[in-house]
């Protein structure tokens, strides 16, 4: 019998007008570590946003656990160098005893340092991601793994608004939203900022910035967000070095320096200095989508 079954999600309570979500274990709460969860379109560039900046915080001293959130357990691959087994995978594997495990069972070293985690998720129509990801937690916390760390990145799949979305946003203290310079980014992000300002009714998660990622230009999300009253925190051009970093399965912070390279590891610096730092709460008002499709574009 997997957790799953022993306990079922509480979807006793709305959280946001007409929504059922997976409710946070009041036991399994992050406390110490400041906590970003990184939303975005489907295909945007999450991941490798994350690990490179996690791989920035790392460069900066920083003790950096980053969690993937997405049945792919894709997210990690280029701070290790390879596909880690999901939480998921392991658990199955002592017929989900979570206390027959052991940290190096679930936990991998990257680059700097950085501790990876899959949560991976149920098979597909089976279960709730929200709920996997919340086992995740306890299972770190079980073992004293948050204890040490003082960062932790959640790298979040998709943009469908759901409760396995949201549910890591019910442990951030940030939202980052990773989008490009075109309409499908932009109207995605857009409904990530309305789910984010849902859950802040009753969470602590504030929403930091939006990240221009794969961008030449950035005119389309910067008039975006002085309509709604966002804000654009980076930009990550369109360059080569990007793409070639995922094929050698490597972070950027890794790959032999070029002036591409060493421009991005920068804005990866900066943005992970800013973070830290602390950013301002931002509550922007999202758009109806008609108005979406009036804002962007040319006539």
Not at 118 to 143: D, I, N
Not at 169 to 188: E, G, K, M, P, W
Not at 253 to 259: C, I, K, S, V, Y
């Amino acid at each position: 019998m997997s957790p799953l079954d022993r306990r079922p999600p509480d979807l006793s309570g709305l959280d946001g007008e007409g929504s059922v979500q997976v409710h946070q274990d009041p036991t399994a709460r992050i406390e110490g570590a400041k906590v970003f969860s990184i939303y975005g379109k489907g295909g945007i560039g999450k991941s490798t946003t994350s690990s490179n900046l996690s791989a920035a915080f790392a460069s900066l001293g920083k003790r950096v656990l980053q969690i993937g959130c997405d049945p792919k357990h894709d997210s990690t691959f280029t701070l290790t160098g390879s596909l880690v087994p999901t939480v998921i995978d392991i658990l199955k594997e002592v017929d989900f005893h979570p206390e027959e495990l052991r940290p190096e069972d679930f936990i991998f070293e990257g680059w700097g340092g950085v501790k990876c985690v899959e949560a991976g998720g149920p098979p597909a129509g089976t279960g709730c991601g929200g709920y996997v990801v919340g086992q995740t937690v306890k299972l770190l916390k079980q073992h004293h793994l948050l204890e040490d760390t003082d960062v932790v990145i959640f790298d979040v799949l998709g943009d469908v608004v759901c409760g396995g979305f949201a549910a890591p946003l019910q442990h951030a203290d940030r939202a980052v939203i990773v989008t490009a310079n075109d309409f499908d980014s932009i109207y995605a992000m857009n409904r990530i900022i309305a789910a984010v300002q849902a859950k802040s009714t009753n969470y602590k998660v504030r929403l930091a910035g939006c990240i221009a990622n794969r961008s030449r230009d950035t005119d389309e999300v910067d008039r975006f967000c002085d309509k709604v009253g966002f804000r654009r925190i980076g930009h990550m051009p369109d360059v080569d070095a990007i793409r070639r970093s995922r094929l050698k399965k490597k972070t950027l912070f890794e790959m032999d320096p070029d002036d591409d390279i060493i421009a991005c590891r920068a804005e990866y610096v900066r943005l992970a200095e800013a973070l830290w730092n602390g950013t301002e709460p931002l509550a922007p008002a999202p758009l109806p989508d008609r108005d979406i499709f009036e804002l962007l574009g040319f006539d």
